[in-house]
């Protein structure tokens, strides 16, 4: 696209640009560049563009409105439910600060970037991360405590995109969840003193980053060490009450860790960095080759994830995913395997396969978090979900495939190609909490036939 327009050196013009973003794809992008005689196409420098003063007062108000009008309540990767910016204020007591022993801040991830839709809890152990490239728009609270590094006034100074709130000892040092609003901020502290701390972050689109530096009297600028980071076990007991119903509680819980023992919980590792229990074996179920197929039963994909296990009918059956090279990538399929003993597992072999829709260019993308229901009746179903590429997570899914396993271990009948897929042309209402948050939807069921 291009355009002409007859202008005079020095002069300042009213520009207004309207760029309209289709879909729900993460690459998207815009450039404007100009020429004129003498003068090859160059992008449009930043010293060319201004914008009075109430232009951003004005957009701020365009945003709001727009928020406010969005009421659409569906699970689609927008807003909904009460925003964590809204919790009722932690109240930290002093033995708290006291038993804060375990490393980093405890929090809440939430799938979209208004705080709202809380999907699972979280620990970071340090605040310098880079998340460009990640899923789509997210946001997060944390809270715990942070050690003060001297006596007198701290400076905190936080590089963020997009934005950043935080909290110390219940005063607000950065209140940067504006457009280019300050992201620095002051404390008066007490060297080796533990001080309450709460952050909050969103990210909407990318770049997406956070880090936060201090400095003070006789120190130059640096990232705030991870030491000066901890939480106790009433952080945790306050985050697990702010995510939803589906997680356990902290008593509910058929185990869970109190701090009586020797050993630290490390949270920031899916192991927790605990020493093997004695008794606990580990089994090998499936190793990927892509050099070498023939050990793997024709199968060359390497990013192997998901695992869902099930024991029925005296056997243990496991679904897993497999993309091609890494996660999303499309013609992700899913596999099955079964075995008698939990040590000697068959050759997996592809149960619900990838294809390419008709009218797309790119293949589909297996992705789903619940693998396996048992009937009423006693029969055990696979369940899988088709998404779109590249992402599945954005609101492009075609639907949700399900086969059964017969109990000689066979499966409902297949072609395994896509001239086998046939949709069968009615919409089910699942009142099911199949996956995390389908308690209410509607969605295709797809058969392999």
Not at 79 to 96: F, K, M, N, R, T
Request: with cysteine; charged share 25%.
């Amino acid at each position: 696209m291009s355009g002409s327009v007859t202008m005079v050196k020095g002069e300042e013009y009213p520009i207004e640009v309207t760029y309209v973003k289709e879909g729900r794809q993460y690459e998207c992008y815009f450039k404007i560049q100009w020429s004129w005689a003498g003068q090859a196409p160059t992008i449009i420098g930043g010293s060319s563009l201004v914008y009075a003063e109430d232009v951003e007062a004005k957009l701020d108000e365009i945003v709001a409105a727009s928020d406010d009008d969005d009421d659409d309540d569906d699970d689609d990767g927008g807003g909904g439910g009460v925003s964590l910016l809204e919790q009722p204020d932690y109240i930290s007591q002093a033995s708290d600060a006291a038993n804060a022993k375990r490393a980093g801040l405890v929090g809440v991830i939430c799938e979209s970037g208004d705080f709202t839709r809380p999907e699972s809890r979280d620990v970071i152990k340090h605040i310098n991360h880079n998340w460009t490239g990640g899923p789509g728009d997210w946001s997060g609270y944390w809270q715990g405590y942070i050690e003060a590094p001297f006596t007198g006034e701290v400076t905190f100074i936080a590089e963020v995109d997009n934005g950043i709130r935080l909290v110390i000892a219940g005063k607000t040092i950065i209140d940067g969840l504006g457009r280019r609003k300050a992201r620095v901020g002051n404390a008066l502290m007490v060297k080796g003193q533990k001080y309450p701390m709460r952050l909050w972050y969103f990210q909407d689109g990318d770049p997406s980053y956070i880090r936060l530096y201090w400095n003070w009297p006789g120190q130059n600028k640096i990232i705030v060490d991870e030491s000066a980071f901890s939480f106790s076990t009433a952080d945790v007991e306050y985050i697990i009450s702010m995510v939803p119903g589906d997680y356990w509680g902290f008593d509910e819980a058929p185990l869970h860790y109190d701090d009586t023992g020797s050993e630290s919980l490390d949270l920031a590792h899916q192991d927790a960095r605990l020493a093997p229990t004695v008794g606990v074996q580990n089994y090998q179920v499936f190793r990927s080759n892509r050099e070498h197929p023939e050990f793997t039963g024709g199968l060359k994909n390497t990013y192997i994830h998901a695992p869902m296990l099930c024991y029925w009918n005296n056997k243990y059956y496991l679904e897993f995913l497999a993309a091609p090279v890494n996660e999303h990538d499309e013609n992700t399929e899913t596999l099955i395997t079964s075995s008698v003993d939990g040590k000697n597992w068959e050759t997996p072999k592809i149960i619900f396969p990838g294809f390419q829709p008709e009218g797309d260019s790119h293949k589909t993308i297996s992705h789903q978090r619940m693998g396996f229901y048992v009937s009423k009746n006693n029969r055990l179903l696979v369940l899988a979900f088709y998404g779109k590429h590249p992402s599945p997570n954005e609101g492009d899914g075609l639907g949700r495939v399900v086969r059964e396993v017969y109990k000689d271990g066979t499966l409902f009948a297949t072609t395994g190609t896509q001239a086998g897929m046939r949709k069968i042309h009615r919409i089910l209402i699942i009142r099911n909490r199949l996956t995390r948050v389908l308690s209410r939807c509607v969605m295709s069921l797809w058969l392999i036939s």
